[in-house]
């Protein structure tokens, strides 16, 4: 399989796994770890024994969704804001079946932010290559803005090929 089929795939599959997190969550009652949390180790568990992913790749893309949700929801929590302002983006171009799953967990979220607090305060890099949700990325070298309106991997900019990039948010928005 060669890299774009590979990359296509695991787009596919986070955008699966955020569909997963958001008909897991709120099932069931849990007073020892947060929902959220539940419902990735869940979806991650699930897309390995369907096939999808082998457990190294559901690892990953865990990894990658919770760090989007923490980063929503702590943009959520912090600013009151809509999710449409941390997203940087019409809503109106978003698929609207993972704008909609990603919003329910993403509120959830929310909530659970307190257990997450300290890994919360500190901001969150992207790296070239791995799967990011959609939104707005900054690259942190030369600032060049790229936007995503589905799950994809993250590429190299394209201005300068560095590979580090911030999640930009409507209020941190650059000209």
Not at 26 to 35: R, T
Not at 38 to 65: F, H, M, N, P, W
Not at 131 to 160: D, N, R, V, Y
Request: glycine content about 6%; aromatic content about 6%.
């Amino acid at each position: 399989m060669d890299t774009q089929d590979k990359d296509a795939r695991l787009a596919r599959a986070y955008h699966k796994m955020v569909s997963r997190v958001r008909s897991l969550v709120g099932e069931e009652e849990s007073k020892d770890e947060p929902e959220v949390s539940k419902g990735i180790e869940a979806a991650k568990q699930k897309a390995v024994e369907t096939g999808e992913l082998s457990q190294e790749e559901a690892d990953r893309l865990g990894e990658y969704l919770r760090r989007d949700l923490e980063d929503a929801a702590r943009y959520l929590s912090d600013t009151g804001k809509a999710l449409s302002d941390w997203l940087m983006l019409d809503l109106e171009l978003i698929e609207e079946q993972l704008l909609d799953a990603f919003s329910q967990v993403a509120d959830k979220t929310r909530f659970e932010l307190a257990l997450w607090a300290e890994q919360a305060r500190h901001a969150q890099d992207y790296q070239t290559g791995e799967i990011i949700g959609i939104g707005t990325f900054a690259c942190l070298h030369c600032g060049e803005q790229l936007h995503f309106h589905q799950a994809s991997p993250l590429p190299p900019c394209p201005k300068c090929h560095h590979t580090l990039f911030q999640r930009l948010k409507r209020s941190e928005e650059r000209s």
